[in-house]
């Protein structure tokens, strides 16, 4: 019978048993071990670790991880079988960010920005535990086990926070419960979540890359830089497909002159004739401006497939995967959840 293997988690050296034909992550979850996760079919990154010391096999290649990042010693836990003792670098909940709590969110405004997207609003309890980091997200809670995640698009301050939820035809919360909420309704809420956080204090160049409301997190991570004079040179490049879908252009605009060289992209798929900006798919208009990313601090959040190919691309292009943060899209649900990787 063949013996189970030993995975030692830093920083804090938790240690649990994992049998070879599961997964890192179920073994952790199974001993209590709260390793961070969100899609557990490798399509989001949250589950990403360093592995420092061991080797692991994959059933099947896990979308959300590039051969970039394996290279540089990465794995992703949820898919990721051990061969070995493992020793892993779990990266820690982002400084100044509290643990989860459940509590109470009070709906403030519902309201469509465009034909497939709704701005909500909630209200917080006032309380210090619910102190989050721009990037990460919280998770409403609708019984049974079931929860739709969504990204903080707003900075922290005071304790409204504002979501952007793109519909789903048919999906049970944006067709099934979104149209019901009225203000004053109160929602089970799930907060502070993920990993995905600007790490300001590496002093790199930042380059910011989103699709559809995966502008929410970035959108979060930088207003909190605005007007800030540490504020690192800033590209935003935000894909979508039409004019129609550019919910947040005027905003993004108005903050030239309140980001440290602010270069601010969009990019559309299916632009119509009168559009003069750029056109195809946001990695490859980051690529023809910015051939050389070795020096970028570089965030992604959209759909696993952009973020797939904008990891591979990017490091043939010199990114180096320890600065390159993912925040994928997962479509495990049949509503569309943003959520966190790091
Ligand atoms: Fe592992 Fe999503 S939890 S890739």
């Known amino acids: 019978m063949t013996r189970p293997f030993r995975v030692t988690v830093q920083p804090g050296a938790a240690s649990f048993e994992v049998q070879p034909e599961e997964s890192v992550l179920d073994a952790a979850l199974r001993q209590g071990v709260p390793l961070a996760h969100e899609c557990t079919f490798g399509g989001c990154g949250t589950c990403r670790v360093a592995l420092l010391e061991g080797q692991v096999r ?29 020793v892993i670098d779990a990266e ?27 701005h909500l609003e909630l209200e917080l ?15 409403i809670l609708l019984g049974d086990g ?16 504002d979501l952007h939820v793109r519909r789903i035809p048919g999906g049970h919360f944006t067709d099934g419960v979104l149209p019901q909420l009225q203000p004053g309704a109160v929602l089970e809420v799930e907060l ?30 930088l207003e909190a830089l605005l007007d800030d004079p540490d504020c690192p040179p800033v590209w935003l490049y935000w894909g979508m497909r039409d004019e ?38 946001v990695q490859q208009a980051v690529l023809e401006d910015l051939p050389d990313l ?9 759909s696993p497939a952009m973020i797939a190919e904008a990891k591979q691309a990017f490091v043939q292009h010199g990114a180096d995967p320890r600065h390159l943060h993912a925040d994928g899209f997962s479509f ?10 790091a």
């Open 58 to 86: 994959y059933d099947e290649w896990p979308l959300a991880l590039s051969d970039g990042e394996a290279a540089a010693g990465f794995a992703l836990m949820c898919q990721a079988r051990a061969c070995s003792d493992l």
């Open 92 to 118: 820690p909940r982002p400084a100044g960010a509290a643990e989860p709590v459940h509590t109470r969110a009070v709906v403030r405004a519902v309201t469509p920005v465009t034909d497939s997207v709704i």
């Open 125 to 139: 309890p006032d309380l210090p535990a619910l102190q989050y980091v721009p990037g990460q997200h919280l998770n």
């Open 146 to 161: 079931v929860h739709r995640s969504f990204s903080m698009a707003s900075a922290p301050a005071g304790h409204r926070v």
């Open 192 to 221: 502070p979540l993920g990993r995905f956080h600007c790490r300001t204090q590496d002093y790199r160049p930042l380059l910011m890359v989103a699709t559809g409301t995966g502008i929410a997190p970035i959108k979060s991570m």
């Open 244 to 281: 129609r879908d550019l919910y947040l252009d005027e905003l993004l605009r108005s903050w030239q002159g309140r980001l440290y060289e602010f270069s601010y992209v969009p990019v559309l798929s299916r632009a119509g004739s009168g559009w003069t900006g750029r056109r195809g798919h």
């Open 294 to 302: 070795s020096e970028h601090g570089i965030y992604l959040c959209g």
């Open 332 to 341: 495990q649900q049949a509503d569309h959840t943003s959520v966190a990787i």
